[in-house]
């Protein structure tokens, strides 16, 4: 049994690995994703396992009001990514 993560291009992995399966950088050594949907949401990273047909969403923009909620569910992802994400989702981001 595996899993892994996806992502794609997106402001919120910017700096990042991404457009890919988001490999050993990311040092995710479990995971689970979220069946999510909703008017709006805008996955960013997916995830998937083995012997399973449903695709999960683990990093999703969420529109709310004039602004976006970012969900993560990204689990053991080193310090210095998590930083990088948090930076990039600032409100105050360029182009955004």
Not at 32 to 47: A, C, I, K, Q, W
């Amino acid at each position: 049994m595996g899993f892994w993560f996806f992502g794609r291009k997106h402001w919120l992995l910017e700096g990042l690995p991404s457009d890919g399966v988001l490999d050993w950088p990311y040092q995710i050594t479990s995971g689970n994703g979220l069946l999510l949907s909703g008017t709006g949401v805008e996955p960013v990273v997916g995830y998937g396992k083995n012997h399973d047909p449903n695709v999960g969403v683990a990093a999703a923009v969420i529109p709310c009001g004039r602004g976006e909620i970012v969900l993560l569910a990204l689990p053991g992802l080193m310090d210095s990514f998590v930083s990088m994400l948090l930076a990039n989702s600032n409100p105050l981001r360029q182009g955004g």
